[in-house]
């Protein structure tokens, strides 16, 4: 994977979303917002942090709304632009960088999340490419604190050591059943080399508490494995499968990424996101504090 960067990402969003319906019943949860922005654009931004230029939706036919938002809004940026609301024009115009295009792949039956990373092959081809579970929200500051996102974090490393790398994060031991659980091989402070990868151990049988969350850098080998790969936990054909085939090729590292990761895929971490993003937003940080303070008081 040297003297290359990461150009394509794959941002899995046809799940069910069952956790957040009934308003998951028309939108995907990746559009559930955190403050003013949904959750997609947060996992976009992320990934253009990360230097990359072509962005594959792999969606449902139900939900059209993701494409609606990264599309233009003729009338809304007509009527922004006569009524010279420049500040809020600019907001609807900046959900993409102009050298960013966006590529849409139907997922045509959920059938898990290794699944739907295959239905992106045709785009993606044969190079390396990042994905995102724009659920899972990894706040870092990005570019706008001068630090870089988890998916730019974890590129720099797979294409330095020429290796897949999957983002992970400890858990308590009793949620093990939630996660694909690595056993890996400590290389330097933050990566580590992965023996095995095991989805969903209950916690007496997990070889550890390090559990992979929502990033990505994986090589385009991936996609063939993924082809063999049968339905496993679940009864879904899990990508955590793929990345055990692919160990027996070439080094995938577990990544364990400088940055906050809020779990946006349950009621709790999306309201804890929420939140963050309050007590860390310049108008209404002092208002939420001290709503947060008159609850703790009465
Ligand atoms: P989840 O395991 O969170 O499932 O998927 P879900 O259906 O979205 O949500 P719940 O559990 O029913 O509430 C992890 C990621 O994989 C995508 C989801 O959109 C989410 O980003 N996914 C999952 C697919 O795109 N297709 C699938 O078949 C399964």
């Given amino acids: 994977m040297s003297n290359a960067r990461l150009r394509k990402v ?7 979303g069952t956790r957040f319906l009934p308003a998951t019943k028309v939108v995907a949860k990746e559009m559930l917002p955190v403050l003013d922005r949904p959750l997609i ?3 976009v931004d992320e990934a253009v942090d990360a230097g990359a230029d072509t962005l594959i939706f792999v969606t449902n036919r139900y939900k059209h709304a993701i494409a609606d938002y990264f599309d233009k809004a003729y009338e809304l940026e007509s009527k922004l632009a ?33 699944h739907a990373v295959l239905c992106a092959k045709p785009v993606v081809g044969d190079e ?21 996102g988890a998916l730019r974090q974890m590129s720099e490393v797979a294409f330095r050591e020429d290796a897949g790398v999957v983002a992970v994060e400890e858990v308590p031991r009793e949620d093990t059943g939630k996660y694909g659980i690595v056993d890996a091989e400590s290389i330097s402070e933050r990566a580590a080399r992965i023996r095995l990868v095991v989805e969903k151990p209950k916690p007496e049988v997990a070889p550890s508490n390090l559990a992979i969350v929502g990033r990505y850098v994986l090589p385009g080998r ?3 494995l993924l082809e063999r790969t049968k339905p496993g936990a679940g009864g879904e054909i899990q990508l955590t499968d793929a990345i055990e085939d692919l160990l027996h090729e070439k080094p995938v590292l ?6 906050t990761r809020f779990d946006c895929g349950n009621k709790l971490g999306l309201v804890k996101a929420t939140l963050h993003m309050a007590l860390n937003d310049a108008q209404i940080a002092s208002d939420t504090r001290a709503y947060l303070d008159s609850m703790n008081n009465s």
């Fill in 82 to 114: 006569k009524s010279g609301k420049d500040e809020l024009l600019a907001l609807v115009q900046g959900t993409l960088p102009r050298n960013v295009r966006c590529v849409f792949v139907t997922q045509p039956e959920a059938l898990g999340l290794g």
């Fill in 10 to 16: 794959v941002f899995p969003v046809a799940g069910l």
């Fill in 222 to 224: 991936i996609f063939s």
């Fill in 41 to 43: 654009q947060y996992a």
């Fill in 128 to 148: 390396p490419f990042g994905v995102v579970l724009a659920d899972d929200l990894i706040w870092n500051g990005h570019s706008a604190a001068g630090r870089p």
């Fill in 254 to 259: 577990a990544y364990r990424f400088e940055g």
